[in-house]
């Protein structure tokens, strides 16, 4: 199906595969809304409306769960103690929804594209490393929307 994402939430640690663009998907949202924290503090007493976070993954491969984060930054004071409401959902109608902090949902973003070989500083392009463990994973080819803009071919919950 795709390389595995590890997420933490609160006390709970879910490992599922999602592909890279989707991840790459995510980082861009967590992005904007830790903008959205930039701005408000820019605006210092000046109470200005911010734009929420609604993320939304539809699974591409056969094994893939869908994933949505939400996140609200008119309710936190700042990106260091804001939510992010976390559903995964597979085919087979198991759902799982969850809390995590914003600064642990990018932590486990990062960690996923650093394991497979993503440029840290928000590259797109996976690099040889990301293509060789890919490969040995099996994943070439399932996700053709991945394969095609990048030019390479491309769920189980526990306590902690």
Same mark, same amino acid.
């Given at each position: 199906? %795709?390389?595995? $994402?590890? +997420?933490? +939430?609160?006390?709970?640690?879910?490992? #599922?595969?999602?592909?890279?663009?989707?991840?790459?998907?995510?980082?861009? =949202?967590?992005?904007?809304?830790?903008?959205?924290?930039?701005? *408000? *503090?820019?605006?210092?007493?000046?109470?200005?409306?911010?734009?929420?976070?609604?993320?939304?993954?539809?699974?591409?491969?056969? %094994?893939?769960?869908? $994933?949505?984060? #939400?996140?609200?930054?008119? %309710? #936190?004071?700042?990106?260091?103690?804001? =939510?992010?409401?976390?559903? $995964?959902?597979?085919?087979?109608?198991?759902?799982?929804?969850?809390?995590?902090? $914003?600064?642990?949902?990018?932590?486990?973003?990062?960690?996923?594209?650093?394991?497979?070989?993503?440029?840290?500083?928000?590259?797109?392009?996976?690099?040889?490393? !990301?293509? !060789?463990?890919?490969? *040995?994973?099996?994943?070439?080819?399932?996700?053709?929307?991945?394969?095609?803009?990048?030019?390479?071919?491309?769920? =189980? %919950?526990?306590? =902690?």
């Amino acid at each position: 199906a %795709g390389p595995n $994402l590890v +997420m933490h +939430m609160n006390d709970t640690t879910v490992t #599922f595969p999602l592909q890279p663009d989707a991840v790459q998907g995510l980082r861009d =949202s967590i992005a904007a809304v830790r903008g959205e924290f930039e701005r *408000a *503090a820019e605006a210092g007493a000046q109470r200005v409306k911010l734009e929420s976070m609604d993320y939304e993954q539809k699974p591409e491969a056969e %094994g893939e769960v869908a $994933l949505e984060a #939400f996140c609200n930054p008119n %309710g #936190f004071p700042n990106a260091l103690v804001a =939510s992010v409401l976390v559903t $995964l959902k597979t085919r087979d109608g198991i759902k799982v929804v969850s809390e995590t902090k $914003l600064t642990q949902l990018q932590d486990d973003v990062e960690q996923y594209l650093e394991t497979y070989g993503f440029d840290p500083a928000g590259g797109r392009p996976p690099l040889p490393r !990301a293509r !060789a463990v890919l490969a *040995a994973q099996g994943s070439p080819g399932k996700a053709p929307g991945w394969a095609a803009r990048w030019g390479a071919r491309g769920a =189980s %919950g526990h306590g =902690s």
